[in-house]
Every structure is written in C-alpha cells, then in structure tokens.
C-alpha cells in the first residue's frame, strides 16, 4: 500500500514486529487487548513518521524517500532493540496451529496419500485473500482511495485538487502498518519475532516490480509467479548447483524481467518527457 | 591573511583550476598528507591500525567508488557488499594461484575483475532508472554472495568455506597474514587511498565526470546534447567497481585476513558504505572521506564512551548506535542533501569573508 502512494514500505514488517513483542512486557496482556493497542501505536507511528520525516520530504524523488525509510527501518530496529532485546521470541495470539487432520483425511481419500498442511498456513492464508479484497475495494471504491491513488500519481496536482497529503499519508502509513501487524502476527507465530524479518520485507520489491506498481492485481500475480518460481526452481536446478537459490531468485527475476519490460507486468507505460 | 584568495596570483589555466585554489587549503593539504606519509607510520600502533585508521582507508575508497557511480552518475546501487566479495575473492584466487607475484598487481587485477563484474551488472541500467536499477542491484548482491557461498573453486575448497589471506610483502615487508604489522597495512592500505583519491577527483573533473553529470541530472536531456548514455553508464560502472573491488581485496587481504561471505560482505555492508556517501555528501570526493571517518569512528566513540565510561553492556551500545545511524540518515536526508561536504563547503565560505561578512 505504501508503494500506491509513491513510497516504499520498508520500514513496516519492523513496524510488525515492533508491534508483536508487546506481548512480552512484565505483566501479560489478553492477545486481543494487546493487538489492539498495537493497532493503536500503529496509528501513533504513523502520525509521528508523518510529523517528523515525510511533511519534509514533499516532492522528492522516490529514491530519496526510499533512503530515508531505510534510515528510518534502522532507528526502528535499534529502537525495539533497546526496549525489548534482540532474541528471538516466542509468539501465540491463539491461531490454531498443527497439522490440519481434515484436508489430510479428505486429500488421503481423493489421491490416495494424505497432504500434510499447518493450520496456521490456512488460516495465513484466508487472512491474506480477506485482506486483498480489502484493499483492492478500498483503493478502487471509496473516496479515500481514490484521494491516495491520486496522491501516488503527482502530490503537487494531488494538492492542487483539494487533497491533503498529510491526512493521506498518516492514512497510508497506519494501513501499512496495520497490514504489517497482521503479517507479523501470522509470521511471528509461525518462526517466532526477531528483528532479521526486515530481510523478508525486502523480497516484496522484486514481487512489486514485477507485477507493476500502482497495480494491485499485478502485486497478486508477481506474488504468485516468484512465490511458485522460487520454490520450483529451487525444486528442480537448485540440487544441481548446492541449493539456497531462494535467497536471490526474487530479485534475478525481477531483474531481468525489467530489461524487457521496465514497467512490470501491469504498470502504467512510463513516458518521459525533457 | 589567513583564508583568502588576496595575493595568491594565478599566471596560468593549470592554477587557476587546481584542487585547492585558495593557498591556506593547499598547505592544510599537503602538511595532512606529510603527517599522514611521514609521522603517523612511525607512532602507530596496533589498536590505531585495526581499530580506526585500517578500516577508515578502505571504506573511504569504498565510498568513493560508490559516490563516483551513485554520487556523480546518479544511479543508486545496493550491490556494493557482492562487489566487495567479487574483489576480495579475485584477490584471493590470484594469491593463491600465483604466489610470486606481487601483491599489489593482484589487487589491482581484483579491482579490474571487479569492474568487468560491475559493468555486467550495470548493462540492465540501461533500461531500468531510479528506484527500479536500486532494487535490481539488489539481484547482485544476493546472487554474488550465494555464488561465492556454493561454488567451492572460489575458496579453495577450504572444509570451513572461509577465505584466509597467507602472508604477501611488499619491498620485503609483510602486509597480509598473521606476520603484518601495524605500519604496513596502514601504509599499503593509504597508498591505495591516496591513488585512487586523486583518479576519482581527476576523473570527475574531466570530460568523463561531466558526462556522469549530465546523465544524473537527466538522462534523455543528456542523451539529445550527445552525450552517449551506453557509455557513460557503463565507465561509471566499471570505474565505481574498480574502487570497489579494491576496497573489497584490501578488506579481505589486509584488514579482516579471514572472511566468510555472507558475514563479511552481506547486505548490511551495502546499506553501511551507502549510509557512508548520504552522510559525507553525494558527489563529492571529500565528503566520501567524512562519511567514512564518521561511521567508522561513531562505533568506536560510542562503545569506549557507553561501555568504558558508562560500563552499559555492549548489545545495548550496538542497538543504540543503530538508532543514532537511522536517526541520523534521516535527520542528513531532510537537513543537508549534500552532507558534510556540503556543511565543510559552507564553513569554509563563511570563513573567506569572516571577520566582514556582508
């Protein structure tokens, strides 16, 4: 979502789980109390990201304000360093987990052997089709979405318009952050909460690259096609040459991809003018 | 008088477009480097050398390969920790496959490696701008770090994947392995930083520098008053990953002397020398240099204040300092674009008409 607005969401999946250790202070929290504030401090950050950094930051270039994120995903990850320690820890927000007995009953019944899925990966991803729909509804339907869409595109013409960047740009970052919760949450559960997911969250700019920025459906699409990709590349030439091809596949793809194609699978054509 | 253009006559082209035009500046010039040649080699030690003046050297040229492409040719590369292990990998093989000759040559045919392997990685910034070319450098970076990860050929087959440097001298002194002292890995080390200092001024000022110039400020504007875009991308890449694969071999060779890729020369590292040049100043020689003794001093500072004075424990020191990085960046970005340099640049002119300003 942040990419719709011109920005990069580096920073968020840090966001997350700054937001996920809150669990682990001297006194326990009900899980649902707790996601809610950490909703609640979401927003905050959002509105102090907004206050301090972005308001002097209007109309740079997106390489500029991809720098800052950076700088500003370090002073996070320090941040949540010094307030709660780097080890890694353990989450559980009551999603079911273990293996589903159900789908591998039914599976075993149709082709004779039994699929093997965690629950928590059903659950990840029914939560993440819910959260598509969404956003996608949002961004194409209400009067806010438009106003962000517009904003992605040009922030001078935005303003001109009536527009108030800073109302949308605290909007976006708590969405960001909000998604980022919801995705720390479910990764947190599933490998625990350590500050090294910034690395994850770097993976999701070759996806966005490849389907296109200002595209949702491209976002989907370029998901699928490295997370399918990766796996069976890892699967079938990965042996051949000592495995781990995962860690760089994303971004080979992307890269040679945009040779052919520089504005991604569904982006806008891109027009420059002198 | 001190700092002032009074009296100091230019009779020539060649003076009046030196380096340093004002004459103050020129004898601060030339007395740091006799200080840096002539003194600092015969007190050093070996806390000094490890600690503060080794690494500073070899980030600064770092730095400055990634200023003369990010900097001066404006595109933004996260792939200088893969061009870094490209360098000191090249500077490991020849070591180690032709053990007689001098080590010096081996570096600088590790840089040129390191080029060939820039401009490989730079053709696609030919179609790609901006922010895209910043993540598609990212393609470097993982692959070349997994590839010197997997591929045992590159570290001999060593049973731990590590790459140790045996000793090489040179004029009869060790600078690489367990035999070198302090002063000669400062010396090669400063040599090196001194040689390449004065190519990147002498590049950036030229014809060269001006096309990379051209091409940051517009690429199709420089492209319609003829300057090739192929080209310029192209020797801005190669130049940048000569500096780079330098530093990465010196790095290797002379400062960590054992290194394991993904520890040595991970993302981080590219995140690190990138923070270097926003901090210093984008497109300035001098400010490669600031940026570099910055984030190699900050550390330090702060972990003989915060641990030695304060006695904090040392992950809490790191954490802090990685919030004070990250503060800081964005506190250059939205301050000073251009950085030190740019802070050095404004002191200076305040200086050439103090005590009357207008």
Redesign the interface.
Known sequence: MGIQNGQ?PFAHLINATFGTSLHHFGWTVPAVLAVALTALIMVLLAFLIEK??LQ??VGQ????L???T??????????G??MW??DIKALDVGLPQGISDGIEAVTGQWFGYGFFIDRLDLWATLIAAMLVAALVAFAQYTKQGRAMRAVADDHQAAMSVGISLRFIWVMVWSIAGFVALVAGIMWGTKSGVQFSLS?IA?KA??VL?LGGFTSIPGAIVGGLIIGVGEKLFEFTIGPM?????E??FA??L??IF??FR?QGLFGERII??? | MIYREAGDFKTSYRDDSQTFPIRLDRWGYYAIMAVAFGIIPFVINDYWANAVLVPFLIYAIAALGLNVLTGYAGQ?SLGTGGFMAVGAYAVYKLMTSFPDVSIVIHILLAGGITAGVGVLFG??SL??????L???T??A???L??LF???PWFYNYSASGQITSPTRTVFDQAVTGPAATAPAKYLICLVFAFALAWLARNLTRGSLGRKWMAIRD?D??AE?IGVNPLRAKLSAFAVSSFFIGIAGALLFAVYLGAAEVGEAFG?NKS?LV??MI?IGGLGSIFGSFAGAAFLVLLPVLLKNFLVGNMGWPT??AA????????????TF??VE?HGLARLWRLAKDKLRLWPFPH
Do not use: C, S
């Open positions: 990069v301090l950094v002097h930051l270039e997106p390489i500029i991809f720098m800052a950076i700088g500003l995903a370090y002073f996070l990850e320090g941040l360093d010094v320690g780097a690395l770097l700019l070759p690259m040459v000592g495995g781990a091809t860690n760089w971004y080979v992307a890269l945009l040779v520089p420059e003018r002198v | 933004v053709l696609p179609r790609i701008k901006g922010f895209y910043a993540v598609a990212l393609a970076q993982f692959f770090v997994w990860n997997k591929v517009m199709i504007a319609i993302i995140f990138l923070f926003i992950d809490l954490h802090i300092e990685l919030m004070i990085v990250g503060a800081l960046i964005v970005l939205i674009p």
